[in-house]
């Protein structure tokens, strides 16, 4: 066995693109036997599409020469940690009078710091955690059931600019430099950007780009800016490459969608992290609403980046959400996941409808209107709610679904006919399409056929109200919740551009 030094990773395809004793560290695997062992073929089948994914072939990564790029230095560490432990921005202070002493003391090239959401997808976050922990430090990496990103924005970057602030170049340069990697499935990418979108409405710039290491069961979001749908944890050097290309990766724009959520008096259970309690709530007022409105209302704000739904797959999904909580042992990774929904969701009717018998669980019977903007066009316009969906997604990404495309590749002749515009994820639009039953969603997502195209929106608005379903179901970026409806008094829902945009890494 070939001998190689811990510190790199060395992997080697002949012409034909196969593997031939890849070399991870000390390890190696072997290739299979000429009698053909299908398990082994299949496992290096997984394993190829995985190398490929994250772009590992003939990459060599010098662990000391990766640190050196990420790691602070070790008095901004320990005064980041002194400020977010205190919730006090100025707590590190000491820290910098201590480090005068001292010489030669520079900036990294990339500062990085790494959220990891321990209960994405397989919870494999603490093994990921240690590892990381290992390669970088401590208090670079943090685990958001301990620290939240509005905890890190309020008194870790604080901490640096008050530093900044005092004279400290390093400090300065490493807020300026900094760059975020988010370990977790779309609804933890969304809360860390949102968090960070602060930024902007503070004046505190630059906001930091952000990475993905995708440990979620979709992860849309981590398809559309390169980081592949899961991420190959088990191998050490995956690692090294990753932040490797966090650090060297050109940066994308994403949009991000504001939502607005007026509702009579109540409050919203096991609500999203995205979704906060608000009193600064208006509805535009380009568009009238004609129904009277309560004395008392609740008021909740939050932001999205890949999608929100209304309708029968948010169901499945917030029943899924619980089931997987209650039973953590099913969650054992996205294919297992993807398996335990699918049977969740012939389980809730999604599949199999008594039809004849309840014929109002067809339609969307809780939303009374939609109303949107189109593009380049201030004025609303009510678009009409087929009959026949009982699904409704606002989409800005081309991934849904775990990197289904169910807006579709369309022609330019069927654009121009329906007056819609190629999408992209920084166009200002949302895509709006119905799915009218899991048979219907199952062809869709296997891009057999498009799901039934709706609208193309700069805004959005909903009108819900309680009725035959007692709630309506709702998510954002893969987080669903139960929304109660009233029946004298209706719920609105109003998505906006939010006019900055998120800044992304992109790991191709």
């Given at each position: 066995?070939?001998?190689?030094?811990?510190?790199?990773?060395?992997?080697?395809?002949?012409?034909?693109?196969?593997?031939?004793?890849?070399?991870?560290?000390?390890?190696?695997?072997?290739?299979?036997?000429?009698?053909?062992?299908?398990?082994?073929?299949?496992?290096?089948?997984?394993?190829?599409?995985?190398?490929?994914?994250?772009?590992?072939?003939?990459?060599?990564?010098?662990?000391?020469?990766?640190?050196?790029?990420?790691?602070?230095?070790?008095?901004?560490?320990?005064?980041?940690?002194?400020?977010?432990?205190?919730?006090?921005?100025?707590?590190?202070?000491?820290?910098?009078?201590?480090?005068?002493?001292?010489?030669?003391?520079?900036?990294?090239?990339?500062?990085?710091?790494?959220?990891?959401?321990?209960?994405?997808?397989?919870?494999?976050?603490?093994?990921?955690?240690?590892?990381?922990?290992?390669?970088?430090?401590?208090?670079?990496?943090?685990?958001?059931?301990?620290?939240?990103?509005?905890?890190?924005?309020?008194?870790?970057?604080?901490?640096?600019?008050?530093?900044?602030?005092?004279?400290?170049?390093?400090?300065?340069?490493?807020?300026?430099?900094?760059?975020?990697?988010?370990?977790?499935?779309?609804?933890?990418?969304?809360?860390?950007?949102?968090?960070?979108?602060?930024l902007n409405k503070l004046g505190k710039l630059p906001v930091p780009p952000?990475?993905?290491?995708?440990?979620?069961?979709?992860?849309?979001?981590?398809?559309?800016?390169?980081?592949?749908?899961?991420?190959?944890?088990?191998?050490?050097?995956?690692?090294?490459?990753?932040?490797?290309?966090?650090?060297?990766?050109?940066?994308?724009?994403?949009?991000?969608?504001?939502?607005?959520?007026?509702?009579?008096?109540?409050?919203?259970?096991?609500?999203?992290?995205?979704l906060s309690i608000t009193e600064d709530f208006s509805l535009d007022e380009?568009?009238?609403?004609?129904?009277?409105?309560?004395?008392?209302?609740?008021?909740?704000?939050?932001?999205?980046?890949?999608?929100?739904?209304?309708?029968?797959?948010?169901?499945?999904?917030?029943?899924?959400?619980?089931?997987?909580?209650?039973?953590?042992?099913?969650?054992?990774?996205?294919?297992?996941?993807?398996?335990?929904?699918?049977?969740?969701?012939?389980?809730?009717?999604?599949?199999?409808?008594?039809?004849?018998?309840?014929?109002?669980?067809?339609?969307?019977?809780?939303?009374?209107?939609?109303?949107?903007?189109?593009?380049?066009?201030?004025?609303?316009?009510?678009?009409?709610?087929?009959?026949?969906?009982?699904?409704?997604?606002?989409?800005?990404?081309?991934?849904?679904?775990?990197?289904?495309?169910?807006?579709?590749?369309?022609?330019?002749?069927?654009?121009?006919?329906?007056?819609?515009?190629?999408a992209h994820a920084d166009d200002g639009l949302l895509e709006i399409f119905?799915?009218?039953?899991?048979?219907?969603?199952?062809?869709?997502?296997?891009?057999?056929?498009?799901?039934?195209?709706?609208?193309?929106?700069?805004?959005?608005?909903?009108?819900?109200?309680?009725?035959?379903?007692?709630?309506?179901?709702?998510?954002?970026?893969?987080?669903?919740?139960?929304?109660?409806?009233?029946?004298?008094?209706?719920?609105?829902?109003?998505?906006?551009?939010?006019?900055?945009?998120?800044?992304?890494?992109?790991?191709?």
């Amino acid at each position: 066995m070939r001998k190689v030094n811990q510190n790199y990773f060395l992997l080697e395809l002949n012409s034909e693109g196969q593997l031939e004793g890849p070399l991870f560290g000390d390890e190696r695997m072997d290739s299979p036997s000429s009698t053909g062992d299908t398990t082994r073929i299949a496992a290096r089948s997984s394993m190829m599409d995985s190398i490929r994914g994250c772009g590992l072939a003939g990459v060599r990564i010098d662990k000391e020469e990766l640190k050196r790029m990420i790691l602070m230095p070790q008095y901004l560490r320990f005064a980041m940690r002194d400020c977010i432990r205190f919730k006090d921005p100025t707590a590190g202070e000491s820290r910098f009078l201590h480090s005068k002493s001292e010489e030669n003391i520079v900036a990294p090239e990339v500062p990085m710091v790494i959220f990891i959401n321990p209960r994405s997808g397989g919870r494999h976050g603490p093994v990921l955690k240690e590892r990381l922990q290992h390669l970088m430090s401590e208090e670079q990496v943090f685990d958001l059931s301990d620290v939240k990103p509005h905890e890190f924005i309020r008194y870790g970057l604080g901490c640096l600019e008050m530093l900044a602030g005092l004279g400290d170049s390093v400090a300065k340069e490493t807020r300026e430099r900094m760059r975020v990697m988010v370990a977790g499935g779309d609804g933890t990418v969304g809360w860390v950007l949102g968090s960070l979108g602060d930024l902007n409405k503070l004046g505190k710039l630059p906001v930091p780009p952000v990475g993905i290491i995708p440990l979620g069961t979709g992860n849309d979001l981590s398809r559309s800016f390169g980081w592949g749908g899961s991420f190959p944890f088990a191998w050490k050097s995956a690692i090294k490459r990753s932040l490797y290309r966090a650090c060297t990766g050109p940066l994308g724009r994403l949009d991000s969608w504001q939502i607005q959520l007026s509702m009579p008096a109540g409050t919203i259970e096991d609500k999203p992290h995205s979704l906060s309690i608000t009193e600064d709530f208006s509805l535009d007022e380009g568009l009238e609403i004609e129904e009277a409105l309560p004395e008392k209302v609740t008021c909740y704000e939050g932001v999205f980046y890949n999608y929100f739904s209304v309708g029968m797959d948010a169901q499945v999904a917030h029943g899924f959400h619980h089931l997987r909580n209650e039973k953590p042992y099913l969650a054992q990774g996205p294919i297992s996941n993807k398996i335990i929904y699918s049977g969740y969701s012939c389980s809730q009717g999604w599949f199999f409808t008594p039809c004849s018998s309840v014929p109002s669980l067809r339609g969307l019977r809780n939303i009374l209107k939609m109303h949107v903007k189109k593009v380049n066009c201030s004025e609303w316009e009510q678009v009409p709610v087929p009959s026949s969906v009982r699904a409704i997604v606002a989409l800005n990404l081309h991934n849904y679904g775990s990197g289904r495309n169910p807006w579709g590749n369309l022609k330019p002749e069927y654009l121009e006919k329906r007056g819609f515009v190629e999408a992209h994820a920084d166009d200002g639009l949302l895509e709006i399409f119905g799915l009218k039953q899991g048979w219907h969603a199952s062809f869709v997502m296997v891009e057999l056929i498009s799901a039934k195209h709706i609208a193309q929106a700069a805004a959005i608005r909903l009108e819900v109200r309680g009725g035959e379903w007692k709630d309506a179901y709702m998510q954002i970026d893969g987080e669903p919740w139960k929304q109660p409806t009233r029946k004298d008094f209706s719920t609105y829902v109003e998505i906006t551009r939010v006019p900055f945009q998120s800044l992304m890494i992109n790991g191709e």
